[in-house]
């Protein structure tokens, strides 16, 4: 990197950089009093924080009495992958849980079900869940079980769509509830509750450009729903206790209104840019692979795999260069290694190498074609370098 060359930051998928809009209003409410308070103060803080909810309704399409606040998407995983709910205002036990195996860790380590009592469902060499298996799994659960179907819509390291439909049919007739990880798709493309058909949604603010510690679990109907993970006060009507971190969660409101309106003014902009960026590298480097290039994906996200170029010497290399990627999820405590989700792609078949895996490159409305340019031109000349090494080996 010269002196002269800005960092270029494309991890939108590990978090979004902090927008202007959601920093105003986290410093406004810095000085928030408690929102459960009675007195005036409370009360403006508790305007802060409804405010936020109806944001994050509007971007769901859903009623805000159902947006119930967290410290994060992990949280609300923990909350709903539990074997015990209300299922239409009355207790009930879930038997088994069905993840699959390509889901984020907090969805595919079963939260605090039993682990035998959890299922990991295969995927195909574009990372699709095979929806037989998952209609066997359904068909299993014997009469009078409950199951839960836990899963990603949009995988954070490819980008691949799971096929709603296709699942909700595999398991019509089933007493099968839904828990969806909308995370990376919330605010990159449209997404409504009522048309995911689930039970309850797992939402993060930092991947839309909020403050980090907020998230939300969002409930399709308050009188289906588990029962709460963190106890001992009335906050959010009893569904999750603490004292709200009401600057945080201001912040989700006012990311949740950019998103919004961003997917309204600039549908195709996300698109295009993958679209270049993926004309680019297949033009370069043909002998790249872009994972899960059959299937629906969000349009921000590319995965790319190049014979013998490791995830972790790319990622390093193009860190020196200026310009920060991912090899995989965020989650593992900031470590480079073995992606399950890739190892599960090429254990379906895909021609790609487990060991050295791929890397990520996730953007944001901010990004330009030029910035993908300059990624490009890095990851070739990487690339470049390994052939041109193999191919010394076999000439010594």
Not at 186 to 199: K, N, S
Not at 332 to 345: I, L
Not at 386 to 394: E, I, L, N, Y
Request: glycine fraction near 10%.
């Amino acid at each position: 990197m010269t002196a002269s060359q800005r960092r270029l930051y494309l991890d939108y998928n590990a978090t979004a950089p902090l927008l202007e809009e959601a920093r105003d209003a986290l410093v406004a409410a810095l000085d928030a009093a408690n929102p459960s308070s009675v007195h005036s103060e409370g009360s403006h803080a508790r305007a802060l924080v409804e405010g936020a909810r109806r944001s994050v309704a509007r971007l769901l399409s859903c009623d805000p009495a159902n947006v119930v606040f967290t410290s994060g998407a992990s949280e609300a995983a923990m909350t709903a992958l539990a074997p015990r709910w209300l299922i239409e205002g009355r207790e009930t036990a879930i038997h088994k849980l069905a993840v699959i195996d390509t889901d984020h860790p907090c969805i595919r380590e079963g939260g605090s079900f039993a682990a035998d009592h959890v299922t990991r469902l295969p995927v195909d060499a574009n990372g699709v869940v095979d929806c037989d298996a998952l209609a066997a799994w359904a068909a299993e659960l014997g009469e009078g079980n409950v199951g839960l179907l836990a899963l990603t819509l949009a995988n954070s390291e490819t980008g691949v769509l799971q096929p709603l439909e296709r699942i909700h049919a595999a398991i019509a007739g089933r007493p099968v509830r839904l828990v969806v990880d909308a995370v990376q798709a919330v605010g990159r493309i449209p997404l409504d509750l009522a048309g995911t058909e689930a039970d309850a949604l797992l939402v993060s603010g930092h991947k839309l450009g909020a403050a980090k510690g907020v998230g939300a679990l969002v409930l399709r109907d308050s009188a289906t729903r588990p029962f709460p993970l963190v106890r001992g006060g009335g906050q959010e009507t009893g569904r999750r206790a603490g004292t709200e971190p009401v600057p945080a969660i201001a912040s989700f409101g006012a990311a949740a209104d950019v998103a919004r309106e961003r997917i309204e003014a600039l549908p195709g902009r996300l698109m295009e840019l993958r679209a270049h960026l993926e004309a680019a590298i297949r033009k370069a480097l043909p002998g790249a692979v872009v994972l899960g290039a059959e299937a629906e994906r969000l349009p921000n996200t590319v995965a790319v795999a190049f014979p013998g170029l490791r995830s972790e010497t790319a990622q390093m290399a193009l860190d020196l260069a200026g310009i920060a990627i991912s090899a995989g999820s965020a989650c593992s405590s900031g470590k480079v290694g073995r992606s399950h989700v890739v190892a599960a792609m090429a254990e379906a078949g895909l021609a790609i190498s487990a060991e050295e895996g791929a890397i990520r490159v996730s953007f944001g409305y901010e990004t330009s074609a030029e910035d993908l340019d300059r990624f490009v031109r890095e990851y070739v000349g990487l690339a470049n370098r390994v052939t041109h090494a193999h191919r010394q080996d076999h000439a010594a």
